[in-house]
């Protein structure tokens, strides 16, 4: 059974950043570097966006109007992927999520949530002054 858990969420003030981990276990250091990952946010009222995902093999997909402040990495040994968000800005603060899909889904499913098959409990973010 595959277990995801987020890590490193808290508070920040704007213009701060923090370093979200999700580990995943449930199977073998290395046997998740062939899935497409992904985190998640949802703010307070609203619904779960997509925010990046890795592609298993290699590859990363952004929402359009993150990129260049929010970065994802892996250490496929590890079976962790992180998250991390720079700049930092009250619009930011929500619950993240990490997403896991067993294999590589087709360009447009990666921002589904729907899509993915394993989720995690999420990790609450808030960003204020």
């Known amino acids: 059974q595959v277990e995801l858990k987020e890590s490193g969420g808290g508070w920040v003030q704007p213009g701060g950043s923090l370093r979200l981990s999700c580990a995943a276990s449930g199977r073998t250091a290395n046997s998740f570097r062939g899935d497409d990952m992904a985190w998640f946010r949802q703010a307070p009222g609203a619904e779960r966006d997509f925010v990046t995902a890795?592609?298993?093999?290699?590859?990363?997909s952004y929402a359009d109007s993150l990129k260049g402040r929010f970065s994802i990495s892996s250490d496929n040994a590890k079976n962790t992927v992180f998250l991390q968000m720079n700049s930092q800005d009250t619009e930011d603060t929500g619950v993240y999520y990490c997403?896991?899909?067993?294999?590589?889904?087709?360009?447009?499913?990666?921002?589904?949530?729907?899509?993915?098959?394993?989720w995690g409990q999420g990790t609450q973010v808030t960003v204020s002054s």
């Open positions: 890795t592609r298993g093999g290699g590859g990363t």
């Open positions: 997403a896991d899909y067993r294999g590589r889904l087709i360009v447009a499913q990666l921002r589904v949530q729907n899509a993915y098959e394993y």
